[in-house]
């Protein structure tokens, strides 16, 4: 059973510096003063309220000890804050001091007094580094959850935009918001959602959005991403409109976008910050690249496994000397030195960065080929996928790209041509099979539905975007 609050403020302080190790932990303070013949204390955490909030409350007790008002009528009428609550259980109080909020607690009142003043450390919003735009806002969210929420208010000032809150963690007490339009999500999906978050039972997520995303969406092993993120408010906000749903997560700077197919992670803000037609350009010149990350290497090197099926007209195609090591070993050896390199540039600082890119590119690479360690189209393919790789919008599919190209070359290697169709035919059967919260994934390729896909492959012009995309089951179908 839920201890209650007591009557006793000497009870009620045990109990507190008790369940908070005041006295031992810096960060959690009380001051104790009086108001007329009644003792107050006042409890609060340093670093996640505002101080000037809390210093203007003891200043204003004194101006207010003439006037005979209660402590409750002095909070809500005498003293400036947002919100003011009260709760009579103490686990309940407890959570929202460690959310930011200030406890008041009275002597002889069974109930504590709640005022959010919350103030939390942060950064200001600023563009994300994986989503730029040549013309286009230049903020983005970032790791206060208050602020990620009205950003995306600021763009639809709708009041059928809701907000609903939760904590989940036993211990982290995370928030989490629940963000939909409430006449055009499905509300099927939205009570989908809510219960898988309520059902999740942990200490803590301290991943923040990837925990949630693991926990919704079940997935394991299987590398390509189910949930798109994006750290931009005009994407989450065009996501709303079109009937998905947004979880944001305190303490993360990317919102997830629920439910997301495969062909959402090829998208990118760009595509609709330009005309319709260079838009389309943009968009086709990104699935190429996609593809090309995917294929072209395999392929390359079953055309090195088996010359006879190239054409005449690209018979050139192919390594042209002998290399001290099997071509298999070079690639591999290639794939991870990218891999290596992309994370040393992660650890390294930005004025570093350059230089050590053009170092592995030049001395690496020519001495590597000079010496008999790679041959030159061996680093020339290398190149070309990894730019396919960059070029791919989200880094969760690039990734997993990635793994599907080590897959297939390593079944060329054992099985040749039938390999290489063997692999693509199960890439593909393995994608149909996935569906994303009663969602298909490869959707609207398969199932087909022609209007959809014309849609992915030409971006359409906005005053003839009349519908949402029926893949997220909309209550109102119509825009407008």
């Known amino acids: 059973m839920k201890k209650r609050i007591s009557?006793?403020?000497?009870?009620?302080?045990?109990?507190?510096?008790?369940?908070?190790?005041?006295?031992?932990?810096?960060?959690?303070?009380?001051?104790?003063?009086?108001?007329?013949?009644?003792?107050?204390?006042?409890?609060?955490?340093?670093?996640?309220?505002?101080?000037e909030v809390i210093v203007e409350l003891f200043s204003m007790v004194g101006e207010t000890l003439n006037e005979e008002i209660s402590i409750k009528e002095f909070l809500e009428k005498k003293l400036?804050?947002?919100?003011?609550e009260s709760t009579d259980k103490f686990d309940e109080a407890i959570d929202q001091l460690l959310s930011g909020l200030v406890l008041v607690f009275v002597e002889d009142v069974p109930e504590c007094f709640i005022i959010d003043v919350r103030k939390y450390p942060g950064r200001q919003p600023e563009e994300p580094d994986t989503e730029k735009v040549i013309r286009g806002a230049r903020d983005g969210f970032t790791e206060n959850i208050i602020e990620n929420a009205a950003l995306i208010r600021r763009r639809l000032r709708d009041e059928k935009l809701r907000h609903e809150i939760m904590q989940i963690g036993e211990r982290s007490k995370t928030d989490v918001c629940i963000s939909y339009l409430n006449d055009v999500a499905d509300p099927k999906l939205v009570k989908l959602i809510k219960q898988k978050l309520s059902k999740i039972s942990t200490d803590g997520i301290p991943m923040a959005d990837?925990?949630?995303?693991?926990?919704?969406?079940?997935?394991?092993?299987?590398?390509?991403?189910?949930?798109?993120?994006?750290?931009?408010?005009?994407?989450?906000?065009?996501?709303?409109?079109?009937?998905?749903?947004?979880?944001?997560?305190?303490?993360?700077?990317?919102?997830?976008?629920?439910?997301?197919?495969?062909?959402?992670?090829?998208q990118h803000a760009e595509e609709y910050r330009e005309t319709p037609m260079v838009g389309a350009y943009l968009r086709w010149i990104r699935m190429f690249g996609i593809i090309a990350s995917i294929v072209l290497l395999p392929l390359w090197y079953l055309y090195v496994r088996e010359p006879d099926l190239l054409p005449k007209a690209i018979d050139f195609i192919g390594p042209n000397k002998d290399s001290n090591l099997p071509i298999i070993l070079q690639l591999f050896i290639a794939e991870l030195g990218i891999d290596l390199l992309r994370m040393a540039s992660i650890h390294t600082p930005t004025p570093l960065a350059t230089a050590m890119g053009l170092i592995a590119a030049v001395l690496i690479g020519e001495i590597?080929?000079?010496?008999?360690?790679?041959?030159?189209?061996?680093?020339?393919?290398?190149?070309?996928?990894?730019?396919?790789?960059?070029?791919?919008?989200?880094?969760?599919l690039s990734v997993a790209n990635k793994l599907v190209r080590l897959v297939l070359l390593l079944l060329v290697f054992f099985f040749n041509l039938p390999g290489f169709m063997l692999g693509i035919t199960i890439v593909i059967l393995y994608l149909v099979s996935i569906r994303n919260l009663n969602t298909p994934y490869l959707w609207p390729f398969i199932p087909f539905h022609p209007k959809a896909f014309f849609h992915i492959l030409i971006r359409k012009a906005q005053p003839y975007s009349f519908f949402r995309p029926s893949i997220t089951n909309p209550q109102n179908q119509q825009k407008g």
């Open 210 to 266: 990837r925990a949630i995303v693991e926990y919704i969406l079940n997935q394991s092993f299987h590398p390509f991403p189910l949930a798109r993120y994006t750290e931009r408010p005009d994407v989450a906000a065009v996501h709303l409109l079109e009937g998905h749903v947004l979880i944001i997560v305190d303490t993360s700077p990317s919102v997830i976008i629920l439910p997301t197919t495969f062909f959402h992670h090829m």
């Open 7 to 51: 009557r006793s403020l000497q009870e009620n302080n045990e109990y507190m510096h008790e369940r908070l190790g005041i006295g031992i932990s810096f960060d959690v303070g009380s001051r104790t003063f009086a108001y007329f013949d009644k003792d107050v204390v006042l409890y609060y955490v340093n670093g996640l309220c505002d101080t």
């Open 368 to 396: 590597a080929i000079k010496v008999g360690l790679f041959v030159s189209e061996v680093i020339l393919y290398i190149a070309v996928v990894t730019i396919g790789n960059y070029a791919t919008p989200s880094y969760e």
């Open 80 to 84: 400036p804050h947002q919100q003011l």
